[in-house]
């Protein structure tokens, strides 16, 4: 009964925690997306470290779009090439230090988008990364 109390409790802090990003700097947005990504920890949930990265990608923070860039590209629940070449794309443009890490890295993301879904779909990711960084 108590585990039951406590895993309900615990759910229930989650949704609170999920939807009330408003408090946080744009940092405390990446730092907390960045921290639910790592497989060694208990709140290992990508699904919400997306949404915490992609909130503070919103508010221009500069690591986010480079976090994005990787966290789309390597995790598995989260897969997606298209969108994180598009964030490859922004962290390469807007010139910090991972800018160089992030052009290599949209290269390798558009091979393989190449060599999985073809020339349309490398077309179809360069013009979302232009539109993500006009925004």
């Not at 190449?114 to 490398?122: K, N, Y």
């Amino acid at each position: 009964m108590k585990l039951c109390i406590f895993l309900a409790l615990c759910v229930i802090s989650l949704n609170v925690f999920a939807k009330d990003k408003s408090q946080y700097t744009p940092e405390q947005l990446f730092v907390i997306g960045t921290e639910l990504f790592k497989k060694e920890e208990n709140e290992f949930n990508p699904k919400l470290g997306l949404e915490f990265m992609l909130e503070s990608a919103k508010f221009k923070y500069e690591h986010a779009p480079f976090g994005l860039c990787v966290s789309l590209s390597t995790t598995k629940e989260i897969l997606d090439l298209k969108e994180a070449y598009s964030w490859c794309y922004v962290a390469e443009k807007i010139g910090n230090e991972f800018s160089k890490i992030a052009e290599d890295r949209s290269k390798e993301i558009l091979g393989k988008i190449l060599l999985d879904d073809g020339i349309e779909a490398v077309s179809e990711a360069k013009e979302l990364g232009i539109l993500k960084y006009s925004q």
